[in-house]
């Protein structure tokens, strides 16, 4: 049985989601053949996804900026709570963007292909995301240590909030992502039915943007415990250690 971290399954399934209908085989006039286009339909086809591309990189490279500015303030020991909650909100609302990208367009579809045509390229590109049944999801206590962080020299009261503070957090996120993902199966089968029902597609982006929002402030939170608990030295040794992780961690 495959065991991963619950960050990288809701990332999986996510960018499986969200790529449906992008990734294209290697001849577009092999494609129109294989589905039986008309001229007009392989040229609206070309259109919407070229549209939908543009719109979709445009949203995540807004994210990547909006990001790194909030990486860069949970960085600085003295966090600017305002200006944290105004990036976590511009990263959430750029997540539904991303989301309702992706549904308008399933609908862009549907309006170029009959439903033949359809059930066809769902076979021929649209990638099968993870069965989140067939998943388990593991929480354990985490953070810091004098063992495995050089110089930190925490004491034995600090020792023990953070890893209570990493233990809470860990099961926060468990459980926000089993939701996103649960949710996002949802969404999957209704994708692959010709006849969308983008009421109930809409009912769940909401259900998942607000888990996003759940972890981002849960991180938000942690953060603010960390200060409470480290020295600014401590922080910074801290923050150090986990920027030479990151590379080897891309999953976090």
Do not use: C
């Not at 989601?17 to 294209?24: D, I, K, M």
């Not at 259109?47 to 909030?70: F, M, N, P, Y």
């Not at 050089?150 to 023990?160: A, F, I, T, V, Y």
């Amino acid at each position: 049985m495959k065991i991963v971290t619950a960050f990288a399954l809701s990332f999986a399934m996510l960018m499986g989601l969200l790529g449906a209908v992008q990734a294209r085989p290697a001849r577009d006039s092999d494609l129109a053949r294989r589905l039986g286009l008309t001229s007009r339909q392989e040229n609206d086809l070309k259109t919407a996804l070229r549209r939908s591309t543009a719109e979709t990189d445009r949203i995540r490279g807004a994210l990547v900026i909006e990001r790194a500015k909030l990486r860069e303030m949970y960085d600085d020991y003295d966090l600017n709570h305002s200006r944290a909650h105004i990036s976590i909100n511009r990263i959430n609302s750029l997540q539904r963007d991303l989301l309702e990208a992706s549904l308008q367009r399933q609908i862009s579809l549907r309006k170029i292909l009959n439903q033949r045509q359809f059930m066809q390229l769902n076979k021929i590109i649209v990638p099968e995301p993870p069965d989140a049944g067939e998943l388990r999801f593991r929480s354990r206590p985490g953070g810091p240590r004098d063992g495995n962080v050089p110089g930190l020299k925490l004491s034995p009261e600090q020792q023990e909030a953070i890893e209570r503070l990493w233990w809470n957090r860990r099961h926060e996120s468990d459980d926000a992502t089993q939701g996103m993902a649960r949710d996002l199966k949802a969404i999957t089968r209704l994708y692959d039915n010709y006849r969308l029902d983008a009421r109930a597609v809409r009912k769940l982006i909401v259900s998942i943007n607000k888990a996003q929002l759940r972890m981002m402030k849960s991180r938000f939170d942690r953060q603010v415990e960390q200060r409470k608990i480290l020295t600014e030295p401590q922080f910074r040794d801290l923050k150090q250690h986990m920027r030479l992780l990151r590379p080897l961690r891309p999953d976090r």
